[in-house]
């Protein structure tokens, strides 16, 4: 079943993203098992992957009840990690009055540190922008990018760091991101944001 979203793009019904959810928990269990015989993710970033597919095909987690959650300007940054109303301080988004406010949900870092506080049993990447959480990651390899690693839009510097964008890499070039306001949590190719920075990951 192919659904229109209130972006106008076509996605998958909700049979689909069932079946490609546990498609990704059965390979990641899979991986597990198998640890003696073949190349492993690191248990943790299974982990990532997993929960973010899950959270993207709208099942239910610590902090929501399931269904899709909508992108909201500063979503996400409560002392707890987890879906929350927005700001609009600093808001410069397309759909006018600003709607984050009322709009209980996330912003791109704002799913990064909820993925990875499920992840990690605790809120490793903390409270503020990308910017922030960048400095407290490890930039990897593009030749050893795994999915569950973090994929950062912006200029990187060695003594500056400008980031306006974060995506959940899971893989043959996509990541799992909130995109921007008025669409949900959804799966986007890695060149669908503009100023690629690189890969990162929680060591």
Request: hydrophobic letters at 35%; glycine letters at 16%; aromatic letters at 8%.
């Amino acid at each position: 079943m192919i659904g229109i979203s209130r972006d106008g793009r076509r996605h998958p019904g909700v049979s689909k993203r069932r079946r490609r959810l546990a498609a990704v928990t059965v390979l990641a269990g899979t991986l597990i098992v198998l640890s003696g015989s073949i190349p492993l993710l690191p248990v943790t970033l299974n982990r990532v992957t997993a929960i973010a597919y899950a959270i993207e095909a709208g099942q239910g987690q610590p902090g929501w009840t399931g269904g899709e959650i909508p992108y909201s300007w500063g979503g996400g940054h409560d002392d707890v990690p987890g879906p929350s109303l927005g700001t609009c301080q600093g808001y410069s988004g397309a759909i006018l009055p600003c709607p984050a406010t009322r709009t209980r949900g996330l912003d791109c870092s704002g799913l990064a540190r909820w993925v990875y506080r499920l992840a990690y049993g605790r809120d490793v990447l903390g409270p503020g922008n990308t910017d922030d959480h960048i400095r407290r990651l490890t930039e990897i390899p593009a030749a050893k990018a795994r999915p569950g690693d973090l994929v950062f839009y912006g200029k990187i510097g060695k003594r500056k760091v400008k980031t306006h964008h974060v995506g959940i890499y899971v893989g043959q070039g996509r990541m799992i991101n909130a995109l921007k306001t008025g669409t949900e949590i959804r799966i986007d190719s890695l060149t669908a944001v503009k100023g690629f920075a690189g890969y990162f990951r929680y060591l």
